[in-house]
């Protein structure tokens, strides 16, 4: 990895739906003046409690679009249906102002950062487990059977980029999950004991889900 001054190389936060990326990324910029949230520009509607130019910019399908073809998303996603976009205005001025920016973006996203900015850290926030996953996602009390199936086979998709991820981060205890990943992002390296997520747990994950949808008869064709 390019060694840039951590203030100044962004910080990439991705995760399946509910395993806490937003909320760990919150906690991090609330609790530090030296990180800054970046942003991001979507065409699905604003949820309840949300504002436009706080959690999103909200946008038009037509006004993301001219956005890109204008060239000024460093990356962009068709994630659920949605456009999801970082606007490079969020990088430039970050580093402008010699602070961390946090990106709360998907996989696809991730990966467009990592090939746009190579300095770039990318944590790959996981689940402590499948049934808490399975929980976190039901809890909202929002998501219709077609929606849920439809997440965790992304969930499944996701989890198998996770070994392009610099580290993984498991979000238990949310509290040492914001210490691990701001500790990752000011030095760059892992301590010595390693990090708390591993390409075992990824496994983990992997064979939970697909064995979850199969007991729910949820999964396609099963």
Sequence with gaps: MTKVPPEVR???LSAPTGAGKTTIA???VEGEEDFVFSVSATT???RKGEAHGVDYWFLSEEEFLKMVDDGEFAEWAKVHGDLYGTPKENLTRARQDRRQVVLDIDVQGAMQ???AVPEALLLFILPPSVELFFLRLTGRGTEKEETLRRRLNTA???LEVAEAFDFLVINGDLD???REVRTLARGGEAPPEGTSGTLDDVRLLLAGIESLLRREKLLQGH
């Design 10 to 12: 962004p910080l990439v």
């Design 26 to 28: 919150r906690a991090l």
């Design 44 to 46: 699905r509607f604003p």
């Design 113 to 115: 950062i990592r090939e």
């Design 156 to 158: 499944l998709q996701e």
């Design 176 to 178: 040492e999950a914001v």
